[in-house]
């Protein structure tokens, strides 16, 4: 009955696990993509809407165009006509920017009705700004045309003496004198001319001011119904903006909700595909029912990756990488222990899973360090041909498995230069990465060559070559940017970030880069790299070498208030024999390193009660029993800040 009990317990476990995977690895994917795409969300939401802050700037071009007119008919400077044609040209301009951007055809017809009332409003201010005072100027000017018209001098005209006759002719007649008669004095013809010339100007200058004010007046209120008019509009569009902004903040947050059920269940199913795996390997661990707690911890920790976004990245570090880096750390323990070669694919087929998310996690990590120019390069000499061996080594397996060949091209290049080779790695790794990715044939080269080179400092270039699909020549310029691949459909294969943080640590060490590609023919990413010119001393003393250590019978002091890492860090040391002591708290790990010797403490930097860099500098001041012994730090996270804290406390 037992065997058959077994028989039957064996099969259930053989179909189980190969179902348990498959639908891991599928609700994996659907986690991860999930998770890309609340990424993507969160950074867009991040953004400032862009159509608010034009819309704004097309109300503040208005205002300023009927101050410039306003101000014109005081006093009719063509600055100012200048000042007012530049806000509509800026305010015509801004509003077709903005159709660009919609998609939805009604918005696209409200802005550009809303071109149209500011087109025609401009037109009815210009109108407005025409009616001064030239009529009256015009009727004084016609009035002192008509006054010149009138004579401005009397004209005398005199009678002149006839000849003298003689003296009987002076008897005959009378002697006649000289006459002068002045004309007619026309003074008061003038000025009743005058008068009603003026009286004239008068009735033409009221009635023509009349004729003003009444189109001023119908200006002004067609004006003010235009202005009325594209108020209203641009408060409809400004709403319809909050609306969309206030979708994308719905759809972020129900996303953020989906992504994290999602989540939880994809690490219950791990856990159970962990959890069947122990069971069939009962005979040779008799002590694995204690990881079941710890897979129990790890998913609860990882129902908690809900997390606003503000502090996304930020606990991400730690609540997403520890559990994730101690499912893999149980794995590779399990992967040592004696198994069938099915189960040993099923663990492969975890770890490479784990491994994939703590690498999507380094890269979103590494982003928001770079980003916050939080990240300072290393300085030390280091073998240059040696560290991209070790890059093309990491490839190997997966190359040969697509019949892919790895070649490597290293022309005279110095061998030791000064400068961070874990940088370089991490460049040429993400290069490599994703050549083999888009490469289905053929072969994929590395190759390092010298560019420039004095007694000082020596470029380096360093290309990888594939005979991939080729990247299209407008895609070229986006790769480099966050999240961003040659086609949407390539969303599969990864999140747009390992090229990205490619391109910034690059820019730290004042590099460039080159591409070319073309479709069905491959691509090839040079990195120009300036260095030092390293010397073989330098290097003699960078490369320490490393001491034979020998853990048997030491007495270790191991304090996390993790319980999984702790049961991890006691898998790992099982092996060596030693004398392990463990503490789920600071208080407890004060306590036994006050009242015990330990050969080696190692202490995680965040516990209740006592943090690991307090218990430190408190036994190194107290010179008690462990105040020389060597003390570790423990943590999911490390930072500058950390490193410079961990060294100023004591480990």
Do not use: C
């Not at 939401?45 to 704004?56: E, K, W």
């Amino acid at each position: 009955m037992k065997i058959i009990n077994r028989r039957t317990l064996a099969w259930t476990i053989n179909i189980a696990l190969p179902i348990t995977t498959v639908i891991i690895m599928i609700m994996g994917y659907k986690a991860y993509s999930k998770l890309d795409q609340m990424v993507i969300e969160l950074e867009e939401s991040a953004q400032p809407n862009y159509n608010l802050i034009v819309l704004n700037e097309v109300s503040f071009y208005i205002n300023e165009m009927e101050r410039s007119i306003d101000t014109y008919r005081n006093d009719p400077k063509p600055g100012l006509l200048k000042t007012f044609n530049g806000a509509l040209d800026e305010s015509l301009y801004l509003i077709d920017s903005l159709k660009g951007t919609i998609e939805d055809e009604r918005v696209i017809g409200m802005y550009d009705s809303l071109a149209s009332l500011v087109n025609q409003w401009a037109k009815v201010q210009t109108q407005i700004g025409a009616l001064n005072s030239d009529i009256l100027e015009s009727t004084l000017d016609d009035l002192a045309k008509k006054i010149e018209s009138i004579p401005q001098a009397i004209e005398e005209d005199t009678i002149e003496e006839e000849p003298k006759k003689g003296f009987f002719g002076r008897l005959l007649t009378r002697k006649n004198k000289a006459d002068t008669v002045a004309a007619v004095n026309p003074s008061e013809r003038i000025h009743k001319e005058i008068l009603e010339e003026l009286s004239n100007a008068k009735s033409a200058s009221t009635r023509q001011d009349d004729e003003m004010r009444n189109r001023l007046s119908y200006l002004q209120t067609e004006s003010a119904e235009l202005q009325d008019s594209i108020v209203y509009l641009i408060n409809e569009l400004e709403n319809i903006e909050l609306e969309n902004d206030q979708k994308n903040v719905l759809g972020a947050e129900a996303m953020a909700k989906d992504t994290n059920q999602e989540i939880v269940v994809f690490s219950t199913l791990t856990s159970i595909l962990l959890l069947i795996t122990i069971v069939t390997q009962i005979n040779y661990l008799t002590r694995n029912k204690k990881y079941q707690n710890a897979l129990r911890l790890a998913k609860r920790n990882a129902e908690d990756l809900a997390l606003a976004k503000e502090r996304f990245l930020a606990n991400m570090s730690h609540e997403i990488r520890t559990p994730m880096n101690a499912i893999a750390g149980f794995t590779n323990q399990l992967l040592k222990t004696e198994m069938s070669p099915e189960q040993r694919d099923q663990l492969e087929v975890v770890k490479n899973s784990s491994d994939h998310l703590i690498h999507l996690l380094n890269d979103i990590l590494d982003l928001s360090k770079l980003q916050a120019n939080k990240v300072e390069l290393e300085q030390e000499v280091f073998d240059v041909k040696a560290t991209l061996f070790d890059v093309i080594r990491i490839f190997e397996d997966k190359a040969s498995t697509k019949g892919i060949k790895l070649r490597t091209e290293f022309e005279s290049v110095p061998k030791y230069v000064n400068g961070d080779p874990h940088r370089l790695r991490q460049m040429v790794t993400n290069l490599v990465h994703n050549a083999l990715k888009y490469t289905d044939e053929g072969s994929i080269t590395l190759s390092a060559s010298i560019q420039e080179k004095n007694a000082k400092d020596v470029t380096l270039r360093i290309s990888v070559r594939d005979t991939g699909v080729g990247i299209p020549k407008d895609k070229q310029h986006k790769i480099f940017e966050e999240f961003e691949q040659a086609s949407t459909s390539d969303q599969r294969k990864g999140t747009g970030l390992g090229l990205a943080i490619t391109n910034m640590i690059l820019h730290l060490h004042h590099g460039d880069l080159e591409i070319q590609s073309e479709e069905g023919v491959g691509t090839e990413i040079s990195l120009i790299i300036p260095y030092k010119v390293g010397k073989l001393d330098e290097a003699q003393k960078s490369a320490k070498p490393a001491k034979e250590i020998h853990l048997k019978d030491l007495k270790i002091l191991i304090a996390d208030d993790e319980p999984f890492n702790l049961k991890l860090l006691e898998a790992v040391f099982k092996s060596h024999e030693v004398e392990l002591i463990s503490a789920n708290d600071g208080t407890k790990a004060l306590e036994a390193l006050q009242t015990e010797k330990f050969d080696l403490a190692i202490l995680d930097v965040k516990m209740p009660g006592y943090s690991g860099f307090e218990i430190v500098d408190k036994i190194r001041k107290t010179k008690g029993l462990n105040s020389k012994s060597p003390m570790m730090a423990l943590t999911a996270t490390i930072s500058n800040y950390e490193r410079e804290l961990s060294k100023d406390s004591g480990f």
